[in-house]
T-cell receptor, first 118, second 112 residues
Framework: DAGVIQSPRHEVTEMGQEVTLRCKPI?????LFWYRQTMMRGLELLIY????????DSGMPEDRFSAKMPNASFSTLKIQPSEPRDSAVYFC????????????????FGDGTRLSIL | SQQGEEDPQALSIQEGENATMNCSYK?????LQWYRQNSGRGLVHLIL?????REKHSGRLRVTLDTSKKSSSLLITASRAADTASYFC????????????FGTGTRLTVIP
Protein backbone atom coordinates (compact mmCIF):
# COMPACT_ATOMS: atom_id res chain seq x y z
CA ASP A 1 0.00 0.00 0.00
CA ALA A 2 1.20 3.51 -0.75
CA GLY A 3 2.03 5.54 2.28
CA VAL A 4 1.64 9.27 2.74
CA ILE A 5 3.15 11.01 -0.26
CA GLN A 6 4.66 14.45 0.01
CA SER A 7 6.07 16.67 -2.69
CA PRO A 8 8.48 18.12 -3.33
CA ARG A 9 11.09 16.31 -1.19
CA HIS A 10 13.37 19.29 -1.28
CA GLU A 11 12.68 22.94 -2.00
CA VAL A 12 15.18 25.77 -2.11
CA THR A 13 13.86 29.19 -2.84
CA GLU A 14 14.57 32.82 -2.18
CA MET A 15 13.03 34.89 0.53
CA GLY A 16 9.73 36.44 -0.50
CA GLN A 17 8.75 33.66 -2.87
CA GLU A 18 5.58 31.65 -2.49
CA VAL A 19 6.07 28.04 -1.44
CA THR A 20 3.47 25.30 -1.82
CA LEU A 21 3.90 21.93 -0.17
CA ARG A 22 1.67 19.03 -1.17
CA CYS A 23 0.42 15.93 0.58
CA LYS A 24 -1.54 12.87 -0.45
CA PRO A 25 -2.78 10.97 2.62
CA ILE A 26 -3.30 7.24 2.82
CA UNK A 27 -6.52 6.26 1.10
CA UNK A 28 -9.31 5.83 3.63
CA UNK A 29 -7.70 7.99 6.28
CA UNK A 30 -9.86 10.91 7.34
CA UNK A 31 -7.49 12.88 9.55
CA LEU A 32 -4.56 14.84 8.15
CA PHE A 33 -1.87 16.66 10.08
CA TRP A 34 0.82 19.16 9.06
CA TYR A 35 3.95 19.39 11.23
CA ARG A 36 7.15 21.39 11.15
CA GLN A 37 10.40 19.99 12.53
CA THR A 38 13.48 22.02 13.46
CA MET A 39 16.41 21.34 15.73
CA MET A 40 15.47 24.23 17.99
CA ARG A 41 11.74 23.62 18.37
CA GLY A 42 11.37 19.93 17.65
CA LEU A 43 8.18 18.66 16.02
CA GLU A 44 5.38 21.23 16.04
CA LEU A 45 1.80 20.63 14.94
CA LEU A 46 0.74 23.39 12.57
CA ILE A 47 -2.81 22.39 11.65
CA TYR A 48 -4.97 19.32 11.35
CA UNK A 49 -8.10 18.36 9.44
CA UNK A 50 -10.83 15.83 10.17
CA UNK A 51 -12.94 14.84 7.16
CA UNK A 52 -11.38 17.71 5.18
CA UNK A 53 -12.43 20.31 7.78
CA UNK A 54 -9.73 22.27 9.66
CA UNK A 55 -10.09 21.49 13.35
CA UNK A 56 -7.19 23.27 14.99
CA ASP A 57 -4.92 25.78 13.29
CA SER A 58 -3.53 27.31 16.47
CA GLY A 59 -0.05 26.10 15.55
CA MET A 60 0.11 28.04 12.31
CA PRO A 61 2.85 30.59 12.98
CA GLU A 62 1.27 33.57 11.28
CA ASP A 63 -0.89 34.74 8.42
CA ARG A 64 1.82 33.94 5.92
CA PHE A 65 0.91 30.28 6.40
CA SER A 66 -2.27 28.75 5.02
CA ALA A 67 -3.47 25.19 4.52
CA LYS A 68 -6.26 23.68 2.50
CA MET A 69 -7.78 20.27 2.03
CA PRO A 70 -10.09 20.46 -0.97
CA ASN A 71 -10.80 16.73 -0.93
CA ALA A 72 -9.98 13.57 1.00
CA SER A 73 -6.92 12.78 -1.08
CA PHE A 74 -5.05 16.06 -1.23
CA SER A 75 -3.83 18.86 1.00
CA THR A 76 -1.56 21.85 0.54
CA LEU A 77 0.44 24.02 2.91
CA LYS A 78 1.33 27.39 1.48
CA ILE A 79 3.77 30.00 2.72
CA GLN A 80 3.52 33.44 1.18
CA PRO A 81 5.81 35.32 1.41
CA SER A 82 8.48 32.93 2.65
CA GLU A 83 11.21 33.98 5.10
CA PRO A 84 14.54 32.37 6.08
CA ARG A 85 13.12 31.42 9.50
CA ASP A 86 10.59 29.19 7.73
CA SER A 87 13.44 26.82 6.80
CA ALA A 88 12.58 23.44 8.29
CA VAL A 89 11.36 19.98 7.42
CA TYR A 90 7.60 19.92 6.93
CA PHE A 91 5.78 16.66 7.50
CA CYS A 92 2.32 15.55 6.60
CA UNK A 93 0.71 12.67 8.47
CA UNK A 94 -2.62 10.92 8.21
CA UNK A 95 -4.65 8.64 10.43
CA UNK A 96 -8.02 7.03 10.71
CA UNK A 97 -10.79 8.37 12.91
CA UNK A 98 -11.84 4.81 13.64
CA UNK A 99 -12.92 4.50 17.23
CA UNK A 100 -14.08 8.08 17.33
CA UNK A 101 -12.45 11.22 18.54
CA UNK A 102 -9.93 10.77 21.29
CA UNK A 103 -9.06 7.20 20.37
CA UNK A 104 -5.85 8.42 18.78
CA UNK A 105 -5.12 5.98 16.02
CA UNK A 106 -1.46 5.80 14.96
CA UNK A 107 -0.34 8.52 12.61
CA UNK A 108 1.40 7.65 9.36
CA PHE A 109 4.01 10.16 8.24
CA GLY A 110 5.34 11.07 4.85
CA ASP A 111 9.07 11.53 4.40
CA GLY A 112 8.75 15.29 4.56
CA THR A 113 9.69 18.31 2.51
CA ARG A 114 13.04 19.86 3.40
CA LEU A 115 12.52 23.57 2.84
CA SER A 116 15.36 26.05 2.64
CA ILE A 117 14.63 29.74 2.28
CA LEU A 118 17.67 31.76 1.26
CA SER B 1 2.25 22.59 27.43
CA GLN B 2 1.38 18.93 27.20
CA GLN B 3 4.53 18.17 25.24
CA GLY B 4 6.44 15.21 26.59
CA GLU B 5 10.11 15.22 27.33
CA GLU B 6 12.36 12.28 26.62
CA ASP B 7 15.33 11.38 28.68
CA PRO B 8 18.15 11.02 27.86
CA GLN B 9 18.48 13.35 24.87
CA ALA B 10 21.12 11.04 23.42
CA LEU B 11 22.14 7.46 24.15
CA SER B 12 25.02 5.45 22.71
CA ILE B 13 25.30 1.69 23.31
CA GLN B 14 27.00 -1.39 21.91
CA GLU B 15 25.11 -3.79 19.69
CA GLY B 16 23.44 -6.47 21.78
CA GLU B 17 22.89 -4.23 24.80
CA ASN B 18 19.47 -3.02 25.94
CA ALA B 19 18.40 0.58 25.45
CA THR B 20 15.97 2.35 27.78
CA MET B 21 14.37 5.68 26.98
CA ASN B 22 12.05 7.58 29.27
CA CYS B 23 9.23 10.00 28.62
CA SER B 24 7.51 12.35 31.03
CA TYR B 25 4.36 14.34 30.34
CA LYS B 26 2.27 16.87 32.17
CA UNK B 27 -1.48 16.24 31.98
CA UNK B 28 -3.87 13.28 31.98
CA UNK B 29 -3.86 11.15 28.86
CA UNK B 30 -6.00 8.54 27.13
CA UNK B 31 -3.00 6.84 25.61
CA LEU B 32 0.68 7.26 24.82
CA GLN B 33 2.46 6.30 21.62
CA TRP B 34 6.09 5.76 20.70
CA TYR B 35 7.51 6.59 17.29
CA ARG B 36 10.83 6.12 15.60
CA GLN B 37 12.50 8.41 13.07
CA ASN B 38 15.41 7.40 10.90
CA SER B 39 17.61 10.17 9.56
CA GLY B 40 15.96 11.97 6.66
CA ARG B 41 12.69 10.05 6.99
CA GLY B 42 9.29 10.53 8.56
CA LEU B 43 8.22 9.16 11.91
CA VAL B 44 7.08 5.56 12.11
CA HIS B 45 4.61 4.36 14.72
CA LEU B 46 5.99 1.65 17.02
CA ILE B 47 3.49 0.99 19.78
CA LEU B 48 0.47 2.46 21.57
CA UNK B 49 -0.29 1.93 25.25
CA UNK B 50 -3.61 2.95 26.75
CA UNK B 51 -3.94 4.71 30.08
CA UNK B 52 -5.42 1.60 31.71
CA UNK B 53 -2.45 -0.55 30.64
CA ARG B 54 0.80 -0.78 32.58
CA GLU B 55 2.98 -2.70 30.16
CA LYS B 56 2.94 -3.72 26.53
CA HIS B 57 5.28 -5.79 24.36
CA SER B 58 5.94 -5.86 20.65
CA GLY B 59 8.84 -7.98 19.48
CA ARG B 60 11.99 -6.57 21.08
CA LEU B 61 10.11 -3.54 22.37
CA ARG B 62 8.68 -3.24 25.86
CA VAL B 63 6.74 -0.16 26.92
CA THR B 64 5.65 0.68 30.43
CA LEU B 65 3.29 3.39 31.57
CA ASP B 66 2.94 4.86 35.05
CA THR B 67 0.05 7.33 35.00
CA SER B 68 0.59 8.25 38.66
CA LYS B 69 4.06 9.51 37.79
CA LYS B 70 3.05 10.67 34.31
CA SER B 71 5.90 8.76 32.77
CA SER B 72 6.58 6.01 30.26
CA SER B 73 9.62 4.03 29.25
CA LEU B 74 10.60 2.28 26.05
CA LEU B 75 12.99 -0.64 26.31
CA ILE B 76 14.65 -2.07 23.22
CA THR B 77 16.26 -5.42 24.00
CA ALA B 78 19.24 -6.94 22.20
CA SER B 79 19.81 -3.79 20.19
CA ARG B 80 21.02 -3.84 16.60
CA ALA B 81 22.84 -1.27 14.53
CA ALA B 82 19.62 -0.86 12.54
CA ASP B 83 17.90 0.44 15.70
CA THR B 84 19.96 3.63 15.38
CA ALA B 85 17.34 6.38 15.13
CA SER B 86 15.53 9.03 17.14
CA TYR B 87 12.66 7.87 19.33
CA PHE B 88 9.71 10.06 20.30
CA CYS B 89 6.85 9.66 22.70
CA UNK B 90 3.52 11.25 21.85
CA UNK B 91 0.54 11.91 24.07
CA UNK B 92 -3.01 12.69 23.14
CA UNK B 93 -4.50 16.11 23.60
CA UNK B 94 -7.43 14.87 25.67
CA UNK B 95 -10.97 16.15 25.51
CA UNK B 96 -11.82 14.09 22.43
CA UNK B 97 -9.32 15.82 20.16
CA UNK B 98 -7.29 13.47 18.00
CA UNK B 99 -4.08 15.43 17.68
CA UNK B 100 -0.88 14.35 19.41
CA UNK B 101 1.85 16.16 21.27
CA PHE B 102 5.33 14.87 20.51
CA GLY B 103 8.26 14.96 22.87
CA THR B 104 11.73 16.20 22.14
CA GLY B 105 13.13 12.79 21.26
CA THR B 106 16.02 10.54 22.26
CA ARG B 107 18.77 10.03 19.72
CA LEU B 108 19.89 6.38 19.98
CA THR B 109 23.14 5.23 18.43
CA VAL B 110 23.88 1.51 18.40
CA ILE B 111 27.53 0.80 17.71
CA PRO B 112 28.21 -2.41 15.76
Amino acid sequence: DAGVIQSPRHEVTEMGQEVTLRCKPISGHNSLFWYRQTMMRGLELLIYFNNNVPIDDSGMPEDRFSAKMPNASFSTLKIQPSEPRDSAVYFCASSSLMGGRGSNQPQHFGDGTRLSIL
Amino acid sequence: SQQGEEDPQALSIQEGENATMNCSYKTSINNLQWYRQNSGRGLVHLILIRSNEREKHSGRLRVTLDTSKKSSSLLITASRAADTASYFCATDAGGGANNLFFGTGTRLTVIP
